[in-house]
C-alpha cells in the first residue's frame, strides 16, 4: 500500500505489513540516555511544611555543573495539599535557598549505574529565599499534584540554574521532583 500526499508533490509515504505508517523522529528522548547512565531524579525527597500563608518560599534549586554537557528537563512534578502558586526562577543569583545549601535528593534512574549528577541541588525550608534571576513562568495549582511536561525542550546549559518556589494559600505541605539527563 502506498499513501500519497494529495498535493500533487509525488511524496509517498512507507507503510508497514501491518498497514501502519512508518514514521521516524529526530528529537532526542530523555529515557534514551539511561544507557549513558545520565538521568536523574531530583527531588525534595520529603514534604516541606510552610506554616505562613501566601508567603513565597524557596523549595528548589537546580545548578548544573557540568562544563560541557546541557541538562535537559523532561518534567517538573509539583504536589501540595492547598492550592498554591509555583514559580520557576531562571538563573537565580542568591536568597537562603542558596546560601543555606540544603541538599536535595538526587536518584540515578539507571538501578546498573552509581554515577551521581554534576549539579548542585538544593531543597528549601519555610521562609526560604530566591532572589536575582528571572522569573521564566508561573502558575496556580489545586490540591494535590501537577506535572508540567516540558519534554526536553527546558535546557539548563553549563553553569545555569532554575529554582522553584512555592506559596500556598494555607499552611500546608509541599514537594517537587525534577525528571531530567545530562547530554
Given amino acids: 500500500m502506498i499513501i500519497e500526499d494529495g498535493k ?49 518560599t524557596g523549595i528548589m534549586y ?16 509539583t504536589c501540595a495539599n492547598q492550592i498554591h502558586k509555583v514559580i520557576l526562577y531562571k538563573n537565580p543569583t542568591g536568597g537562603t535557598l542558596i546560601s543555606n545549601a540544603s541538599t536535595a535528593a538526587a536518584t540515578n534512574l539507571n538501578f546498573n549505574s552509581n554515577n551521581t549528577p554534576t549539579a548542585l541541588y538544593y531543597k528549601g525550608a519555610e521562609g526560604y529565599t530566591v532572589t536575582g534571576g528571572s522569573v521564566m513562568s508561573q502558575h496556580i495549582n489545586d ?40 547530554q
Fill in 143 to 182: 490540591v494535590g499534584h501537577s506535572a508540567t511536561g516540558y519534554n526536553d525542550a527546558l535546557i539548563i546549559g553549563p553553569g545555569d540554574s532554575i529554582a522553584l518556589t512555592f506559596e500556598l494559600a494555607a499552611a500546608g505541605d509541599c514537594c517537587v521532583r525534577i525528571i531530567s539527563y545530562f
Fill in 62 to 77: 537546580l545548578k548544573n555543573n557540568e562544563a560541557t554537557k546541557d541538562l535537559f528537563i523532561d518534567s517538573i512534578r
Fill in 8 to 56: 500533487g508533490s509525488s511524496v509517498k509515504a512507507e507503510v508497514d505489513a501491518n498497514n501502519r505508517l512508518v514514521v521516524k523522529t529526530s528529537k532526542p528522548i530523555a529515557f534514551n540516555s539511561l544507557n549513558s547512565q545520565e538521568a536523574y531524579d531530583f527531588s525534595t525527597s520529603d514534604f516541606i511544611s510552610i506554616t505562613s500563608a501566601d508567603t513565597e
